[in-house]
């Protein structure tokens, strides 16, 4: 009889009682007397490790020796019943093999309950903690319940480029993109650099927003999105920015910012939906280990709307509170951190959609209220996180959007394919930007943003 390869997470789901298998896996602990060794072993398919069994007096005892906390093995052998608590079933183990050993002196996950911070310094090992392990098994729950969502409503999926010519868009500083050599760059009559000269034979730069491409789209096949790595410049050094981050942006043709609110709120609600239904294991870990109103907060959401309101009426509220905040809040500015919770947290107690910002603090491309004063912009606030969602109804109206341009001293030959839009078939339309990572934070209760991505970027930041 040859052993069947099982991932664990079949083993634990199936339990297949009687029947020979072989796991593969690393191993997390290896307790046991001088008769019998109990080996925790986990493959990553699930939160939970894997019991098995050694009878001692079966094998050398050098390859015992040699399981150790972060090496890696494959064992056959017959699932049994299990007499310890907390699992179903259990390997009585009959043939070991390392595969890959693991020195017990310097692995540096010899021991449990290490802080996050050391973790960070060591991203290229800790994937192999419950804490990431969890985290990341969400975080593809959460990528593939955003295309099954959007699939699911017939939405195309559109892939906007990451090098962009344009550096227009105005959602935040950019990294160049360039193959001229630094020292000895090529110049021009002025003595600037000649960017003609470069790859692309012009200045080139990692993009900021798939949101413009994704208008274009929009106005031909109706509903898409765009799910990308996006790139900040910024020197925000929070716990909520990074310079890589991966951004979900649907645009809609025929919305208007009423439906780009349903739409948004349907989606989050949606995504925590999605991820109480397919990662309880691991979100039960989250819950009990960081933030203990985890899974309340979730399902509070799912079960609860967001409060709607105007930016005009929220700085009403913020003025009226009474509330103690290091930056004063004015109509006309906008708003901090510290405001979108107070609102979020303080006030209603839910998650909050602000609309009609004043027209300076917002983009160019944002569609102008009858008041010409603000504009259809709307951003969804959420508890612990603030802005998580940035949005609005575009401006489809050729005149307005470069009377806009002007304004804001954007050029317009430089964005001339994006005003084509607006020149032959234009049609109202709206969209929004999902931060990814902020959607991560909320689901899994992590409280930095550099530990719901696999490798973070950020300021001074960016080893393996
Ligand atoms: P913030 O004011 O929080 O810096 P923003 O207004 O600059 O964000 P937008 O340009 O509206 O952000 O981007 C849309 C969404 O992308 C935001 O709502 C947020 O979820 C996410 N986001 C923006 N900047 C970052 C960043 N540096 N790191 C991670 N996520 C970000
Ligand atoms: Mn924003």
Not at 95 to 104: A, F, K, Q, V
Not at 246 to 262: G, Q, R, T
Request: charged share 25%; glycine share 8%; net charge negative.
């Amino acid at each position: 009889m040859s052993a069947l390869y099982m991932k664990v997470a079949e083993v634990l789901s199936t339990s297949p009682k009687g029947k020979e298998i072989c796991v593969k896996g690393w191993v997390r602990t290896r307790r046991g007397n001088k008769n019998v060794a109990f080996i925790a072993l986990n493959d990553g398919s699930t939160f939970y490790s894997l019991q098995l069994v050694a009878e001692l007096s079966g094998f050398d005892e050098e390859i015992i020796r040699r399981v150790t906390t972060g090496s890696c093995i494959s064992a056959t052998g017959v699932v049994v019943e299990s007499l310890g608590s907390g699992q179903t079933v259990e390997i009585q183990m009959q043939t070991l093999e390392i595969l890959g050993d693991s020195d017990p002196e310097s692995y540096p996950l010899q021991k449990k309950g290490h802080s996050l911070e050391f973790l960070r310094e060591i991203a290229h090992l800790r994937f192999r903690t419950n804490t990431f392990g969890a985290v990341f098994r969400i975080r593809h729950a959460m990528s593939f319940g955003i295309h099954k969502f959007f699939n699911d409503r017939g939405f195309f999926h559109i892939h906007s480029p990451i090098i962009t010519g344009s550096d227009a868009e105005g959602a935040g500083a950019m990294f160049r993109v360039s193959t001229i050599d630094p020292a000895n760059p090529p110049k021009d009559e002025a003595g600037k650099i000649d960017y003609s000269e470069d790859f692309f034979g012009q200045a080139t730069n990692l993009t900021v927003s798939g949101q413009l491409e994704a208008e274009l789209a929009a106005m031909a096949l109706g509903q898409v999105y765009t799910f990308g790595p996006t790139f900040r410049a910024e020197n925000s050094n929070t716990t909520r920015h990074l310079a890589e981050f991966w951004m979900i942006e649907p645009e809609v043709a025929f919305n208007e910012i009423k439906e780009n609110m349903d739409l948004a709120e349907d989606m989050l609600r949606y995504l925590v939906r999605y991820a109480l239904d397919n990662c309880k294991d691991d979100l039960e870990f989250l819950n009990g280990q960081y933030d203990k109103e985890l899974l309340e907060r979730l399902q509070f959401v799912v079960e609860n709307d967001f409060e709607r309101l105007t930016y005009t009426e929220a700085v009403e509220i913020l003025k009226k509170s009474g509330a103690k905040f290091e930056y004063p809040v004015d109509w006309g500015t906008d708003l901090q951190s510290e405001h979108e919770r107070y609102l979020v947290e303080k006030h209603f107690k839910k998650p909050v959609i602000l609309t009609d910002y004043p027209k300076d603090i917002k983009a160019f491309y944002m569609k102008m209220n009858e008041d010409g004063k603000t504009v259809r912009a709307m951003d969804v606030l959420f508890p612990g996180i603030g802005e998580i969602i940035g949005g609005s109804q575009r401006e489809e109206n050729y005149d307005k959007l470069r009377a806009r341009m002007q304004e804001m001293h954007i050029p317009e030959e430089e964005l001339y394919w994006y005003l084509d839009t607006r020149k032959f078939g234009t049609c109202p339309h709206a969209g929004f930007g999902l931060g990814f990572e902020r959607l991560m934070l909320f689901v899994t209760g992590m409280s930095n943003i550099r530990d719901v991505i696999p490798f973070p970027r950020t300021p001074q930041n960016a080893a393996f």
